[in-house]
């Protein structure tokens, strides 16, 4: 009887599990591909080998309008489209970091009565109204090489 409970409980699990890892709708972000390998051995990624380091890779064919990947320590990435997930596309959407080690995406469009701020650890947004959380995209480690791919 054990055993059989064990298989209906992985069987359940594996057809619960999405592309993605979860699920996540938006009617203003389409789900366009994803497909990076960033070398941590070179300079431009030097701060993703730090915890609260980030890297934004503003590059329109990767996802919506770009990807920020972001180290939450003990190698432990995430990775977010840069796209503004409370608005339709508009040439303000793309998201900028408040500073360098920052762990805050901020949207200045002035279709809001004031920026929407955006939490790299969670993905959530920090400023009240907000109804969609960045866009997650799923993240591997093998070795230096960090694998975006959606």
Known sequence: MKKVFVFIIILFASFSCSKSGGHYTNPYLPSNPVNLNIDLNLPAYDDLQYANGSAVINMPNQGVLGVVIF??????????????PNHKIEPCSSMTLDKRGSIYMTCHCSIHPEPLKYSLITGTSMTEGAEYQMKPYPVSKRGNIITVNY
Do not use: E, T
């Open 71 to 84: 180290n939450l320590g003990s190698d432990l990435y995430v990775a977010y489209d840069i796209a503004c």
